[in-house]
């Protein structure tokens, strides 16, 4: 049995445009998606702390004209502990009360990570450091998977514990298509001592190559039933479109009957599939929500 819709808790990922094209793209995605009043919608924050200000525009932007509650990326990378500082008393002084705290990736032709001398070093030592700065709701990034840099699945997993106990409030997961995959993961970090919420992440697949590419960087698997799945599609957007869906909303379903009930979706600045998810999910425009249960009551 699905859980019930009312019992749903949902929040977006968006990144931050580069050309007004990307930006209009953003903002239409962000109005489809806003009826659905997710629990929070983050802005990412690229390798190098390179879309600083764009994602701090795309965040104030968020607060000043819509009802949504933004939760700000924020990295360790090219930057002292002062300089991150700065931008989360920014953030607060901003209204923004909420934080996802990455390690985040080396900045595009470098030969890998390495902690800036004068920062926080790790994304534990970064959510340390946002608990002195103020109060914030901080999310951090867990790896059902393993992080493709981690020595072994415990060191992992040691890892996401460094974290939370350093104060960060729930963890969001990369994304994952075996719904099995993320569920001996729960298991083994209630086991480890992680009792946090640890929110599913959910990438609606709109492009097969576009998520081998991703699947590649973060090292999450690609079952062969889903590239079956999307066999001869390439020049087919429509069916795509269909199949992604029906992937996805099935993935969702299959954890709620597991007793999951929030699912972070990566939009990629497109509202469709997520709305579309949600919709088979049973999820419903809060508008829409309130005629309907008025209707039942009379």
């Known amino acids: 049995m699905t859980a019930p819709a009312r019992s749903l808790k949902i929040s977006f990922e968006f990144f931050p445009p580069k050309t007004e094209a990307m930006e209009a793209q953003l903002w239409a995605a962000i109005e489809r998606l806003r009826p659905l009043a997710p629990r929070f919608v983050s802005v990412t924050y690229g390798a190098g702390g390179g879309t600083r200000e764009r994602t701090h525009a795309t965040v104030e932007r968020i607060l000043r004209d819509t009802p949504l509650a933004p939760a700000a990326h924020l990295t360790c990378v090219a930057a002292t502990r ?40 790790y994304a534990a030592d970064l959510v340390a450091g946002l608990r002195r700065v103020h109060d914030f709701d901080i999310s951090v990034a867990a790896y059902p998977e393993t992080h493709p840099e981690a020595a072994t699945p415990r060191a992992d997993l040691d890892n996401l514990k460094r974290k939370i106990d350093a104060g960060a409030n729930r963890a969001i997961t990369q994304f994952f298509f075996d719904t099995d995959v993320y569920l001996r993961f729960v298991e083994r970090a209630r086991a480890a001592g992680i009792t946090v919420p640890i929110v599913p992440g959910i990438l609606p697949v709109t492009n097969f190559a576009q998520v081998m590419r991703f699947a ?31 992937v996805a909303a099935e993935q969702c379903r299959r954890l709620q009957d597991q007793g999951v009930d929030e699912f972070h979706f990566y939009t990629l600045n497109r509202a469709d599939l997520s709305y579309a998810i949600c919709h088979i999910l049973g999820l419903r425009p809060a508008s829409a929500a309130s005629a309907v249960a008025a209707g039942a009551a009379s």
């Open 82 to 121: 002062a300089e991150v500082d700065a931008v989360a008393r920014r953030y607060w002084d901003a209204g923004v009360r909420h934080i996802v705290a990455l390690r985040g990736d080396p900045p595009e032709g470098t030969a890998g990570y390495i902690a800036h001398a004068d920062g926080y070093a």
């Open 216 to 246: 590649k960087l973060c090292g999450a698997s690609v079952p062969a039933w889903l590239a079956r799945l999307f066999e001869g599609l390439d020049d087919d957007p429509d069916t795509r479109r269909l199949v992604a869906a029906t």
